[in-house]
């Protein structure tokens, strides 16, 4: 089975031994890194600045630099943002003074004045409000706590009207409040569930092309060049079979949106055919709003939910499958779960096993490989595992894909996909890629997340994340694919 494109998550210790074997003490390879740092903190910024409408041109910027390298990152981040902003101001607060900066951080802070000249400035303290306030105190090297001023720094620029709060690698003393953490070069694990750090966006350096990365570590983050493959040419002799066939079950007259929704989203993934089976009452205003997709109509209950007579139905065509969705508006009506529990014990395609159908007996029910795609509530719901021939999506701020021993984190998306009928589009989406790939369920899932958290991205810094809907996000698929073209 195939990996997907990831990168080690790193502890303290480690990163600093991948630290001393990339630099081995040299100053000018240290300053290099540096340098990619800040550059990479700035432009990533303006990027997120997006969903705010836009950095302002006018903007002001509070740094807050310790003695090291977190310090020296922010310092040239903020310079790279001034030089593209020239009514822009930045203030510094040195937490421990200018005299106690490291040699990079004290170089960092030089070209920084020479390069703005009044534009920057020295202050004791933070005062109205900013644009933007990047926080370089502390590094990974920290050990808690922070000393009694410092926290009271802190504690002081919490408080401050800020529009968007960047901590550097992780938040300082995980007491600054950051709306998005950049790791610079590799993930800590302390950001993972450091509540402070906001959202976190990893920034590889490229310390993993010279440095070869652990295959073996348990804990990873997925890469946009997952989706590389997806962007490519296509074959020129391949027609809609070459691309794989999904059928997907689900929807009732009490939820009759979530299957549409994984039916739009199939019909983006790049699948050659899609077919739904459904509530037989629903298939006029869906073929009518989704006329690409075959459409199955499919006996009701008395209450309008997929009946066991239909089972039929779909064992009849299962042979033109190359993967299979459930669960996605089924509803928990016993007579449906039963159904649900028949299909996936004897499918001989592999699953994406999703919402309702998402109930202890039903996923582990079968030999067929299988996709999970619970959110919190439906996790815990399940219980533990292990789950047979299963690869776990656990959906959320950060979304876990659980194979075997190892874990996948995806950093893309953020709030945006907090809204009903996300979740829906995601399986739909992994059904698609799974359909192409049916071998490779684990790589269908991480393409699946990564995509949908990519295009989440762009989606929100279009429209912002408030007044938007879910299903504006499948016009988004297509940049993010594009994008993922010139990923690292």
Known sequence: MKTPPSHPILSSDETRSLEAKLFAGDEALEWSAMQRAGRA??????RDFQELGGFPAAGRILVLAGKGHNGGDALIAAQAILAQFPAARAEVIFAFGSRALRPLAARAWRDLVHAAGDRVASVREARGSYGLCLDGIFGFQFRPPADPRTAALIKAVNALPIRLRAAVDLPSADLFQA??????????????????AGRVRYLDLGFFEVERADPNALSRVLLPSVLAPLAALRDPHADKRTFGHVFLVG???????????????????????????????????????????????????PDGHLALEGEHLLRARLDRATALVIGPGLGREPETLALARSLVASSPVPLVIDADALQPDIVRAGDAARVLTPHAGEFARL????????????????????????T???????????????????????????????????????????WHGLAADHLARAHGQAAVSVTQLLDFLSPALKESAHAP
């Open 383 to 406: 219980g533990r595992g292990p789950w047979p021939n299963g690869t776990l999506v656990q959906k959320g701020p950060v979304t876990r894909i659980a194979h075997g021993a190892t």
């Open 41 to 46: 903190i700035a432009a990533a910024v303006l």
């Open 179 to 196: 709306d998005l953490t950049y790791a610079t070069g590799c993930v800590k694990t302390s950001v993972l569930d450091s509540r402070p």
């Open 251 to 301: 929807g009732s007259r009490s939820y009759p949106g979530a299957i549409l929704l994984s039916t739009l989203a199939a019909l983006r993934s790049g699948a050659g055919l899609v077919t739904t089976c459904v509530p037989e009452s629903l298939v006029p205003a869906f073929a009518a709003r989704a006329p690409e997709a075959m459409w199955i109509g499919w006996p009701e209950t």
């Open 408 to 450: 996948y984190h995806s950093f893309f998306g953020g709030p945006v996909l907090a809204r009903g009928g996300s979740g829906d589009l995601l399986a739909g989406l992994i059904g698609g890629l799974l359909a192409q790939t049916p071998a490779e369920p684990l790589l269908a899932a991480a393409r699946g997340v990564v």
